[in-house]
């Protein structure tokens, strides 16, 4: 059984960082790569950040420079380093691996201005 679980989300001022994490169970995860997706209110789930199983990443127009994705193959978890959020950041915070149509709940990300 697949489980991904998503944390470190919260309600920060812009401006502040966040490290968001995701722990996998259930999948080989050193051979899957690993997506970070976002879904802000009553917008599409778009994708943030990807990082393949040999950690090549690669980053949404909008959060390059500020974001940044990782792996830990030994602790089956990536995670996401958010700088300099901003107020547009707001989302709940999804991770995926490979292709796979699973999904964790998601973690809440509230930036203020």
């Known amino acids: 059984q697949v489980q991904l679980v998503e944390s470190g989300g919260g309600s920060v001022q812009a401006g502040v960082s966040l490290r968001l994490s995701c722990a996998a169970s259930?999948?080989?995860?050193?051979?899957?790569?690993m997506t970070w997706y976002r879904q802000a209110p009553g917008k599409q789930r778009e994708l943030v950040a990807t990082?393949?199983?040999?950690?090549?990443?690669n980053y949404a127009d909008s959060v390059k420079g500020r974001f940044t994705i990782s792996r830990d193959n030994a602790k089956n978890t990536v995670y996401l380093q958010m700088n300099s959020l901003k107020p547009e950041d707001t989302a709940v915070y999804y991770c995926?691996?490979?292709?796979?149509?699973?999904w964790g709940q998601g973690t809440q990300v509230t930036v203020s201005s």
């Open positions: 995926r691996p490979g292709t796979w149509n699973y």
């Open positions: 990082i393949t199983s040999g950690g090549l990443t």
């Open positions: 259930g999948i080989i995860f050193s051979l899957n790569a």
